[in-house]
Structures are given as C-alpha cells and as structure tokens.
C-alpha cells in the first residue's frame, strides 16, 4: 500500500525552526523525485522545493530559498524539510508529493500526496 | 509564469458539463496539470500532459489546450466532482498553480 507521512509540524514562533519529514512505504522510493508543497489556510497551493532521486539536483521557490532545505535519506525512505527564520507567512499545510519528473516524465507533476502537516508561526 | 483560473466559483447541476478555464502568463506548450481537491483532503492528479487523465481518474474529465490557454472539462457532473480545482503549470523549472476553482454542487 503506498503510503506518504508527514510529521514534524507545529506551533513555532517567527525567528524559530522547523524540520519537517515525509516517511513513505510501498514505493521505490529511490526512484523518485519528491516534493514540498504547502497551503496557507483557505489559500491555494504553493510548490516549495522538490529533490532528485539522488539529491544531486534541488529547486526552490524563491519565497523559501535561503531559508528552507530539502533533503533526502534513500536508505530511510524519506524526505526532509529544514525551515529556518520562520516567518507568520510561512503558516500552512506542508504536504510532500511523489514527482513525476524522475519516473520517465518530461516535468515536475505529482501524484502520490500525503495527509500533510500543519506549520503554525505566531508570536 | 502566472496561472489564472475562470470562474472562481461554478456551481452547476448533477448532470451538467461544466468547464474551467486556466491560462498561462507565457506559453507553457502542453505541460500543464489539472488537480481535484476536496475539503480537509490531500489534491488529487488528475491530468497531465494538458489531456493525458491519470490512471484510475473518471472519463468524464478531459483536458485540452496547448500554449497560454487551457480547459478542464467535466461533461457529465456527478455530486461526488464538488471541490476545488487547480491547474499547474511545469514548463518552467518553478512551478506555480492557479489560484483554484470551487465547483459547488447546486
């Protein structure tokens, strides 16, 4: 059964950091592309950053970049989301996604979503 | 490269064909999804390719277009098809989605 889960969310103050997780089962999941993307309550979606299979390629939207960080463990299934200098804008559902792009697909869509995590910055 | 959905909102029959709209800011050839999102729900894929459908996803979905205008269109809707849909584009290495259409059941 293929599976996306999300954790590490919660309430944090702007300044503060985050580290999000994505654990997923029932893929190969050395196969693929996997990303971020995010949801501001009652706002639309928002990609954040996506990774390679072999972490040698990353992007970023700019409104993260410098702040926030991708990675990946191929041996633990999972993927990493490292949020820094927080800012009351960056509350949101953070949802990770497979990534079509490495499994044969000329661009970035995703098809396998996980439940999210909701992120909370407030003072 | 901006997305722009029409209507935000379309409220439409069981039965009805509705479409919605997304266009691109530059031409994005054919690489453009379609989503489907319901309340307190992950989205949902449900095309790619501007009018490939997703494994698994009702024939009643289609999509068309190519270059800066595109359509999602549900010819038959069923009351299961409420939510929000958002096309993406990834034509460009960042990739931005459209502000979203709600499609209510009337």
């Known amino acids: 059964q293929v599976q996306l889960v999300e954790s590490g969310g919660g309430l944090v103050k702007p300044g503060g950091s985050l580290r999000l997780s994505c654990a997923t089962s029932g893929i190969t999941f050395s196969d693929y592309y996997m990303t971020w993307i995010r949801q501001a309550p009652g706002k639309g979606l928002e990609w954040i950053s996506y990774i390679d299979s072999s972490s040698n390629y990353i992007n970023y939207a700019g409104s993260v970049k410098g702040r926030f960080t991708i990675s990946r463990d191929n041996a633990k299934n999972s993927v990493f989301l490292q949020m820094n200098s927080l800012r009351v804008d960056d509350t949101a559902m953070y949802y990770c996604?497979?990534?079509?792009?490495?499994?044969?697909?000329?661009?970035?869509?995703?098809?396998?979503w996980g439940r999210g995590t909701m992120v909370f910055v407030s003072s | 490269i901006q997305m722009t959905q029409s209507p935000s909102t379309v409220s439409a029959s069981v039965g009805d064909r509705v479409t919605i709209t997304c266009r691109a800011s530059q031409s994005i050839s054919i690489w453009l999804a379609w989503y489907q999102q319901k309340p307190g729900k992950a989205p949902k894929l449900l095309i790619y390719?501007?009018?490939s459908l997703e494994s698994g996803v009702p024939s009643r979905f289609s999509g068309s277009g190519s270059g800066t205008e595109f359509t999602l269109t549900i010819t038959s809707l069923q009351p299961d098809d409420f939510g929000t849909y958002y096309c993406q584009q990834y034509h460009s290495y960042s990739v931005t989605f459209g502000q979203g259409t709600k499609v209510e059941i009337k």
């Open positions: 996604a497979t990534d079509r792009k490495g499994i044969g697909e000329d661009g970035h869509f995703f098809d396998i």
């Open positions: 390719k501007a009018s």
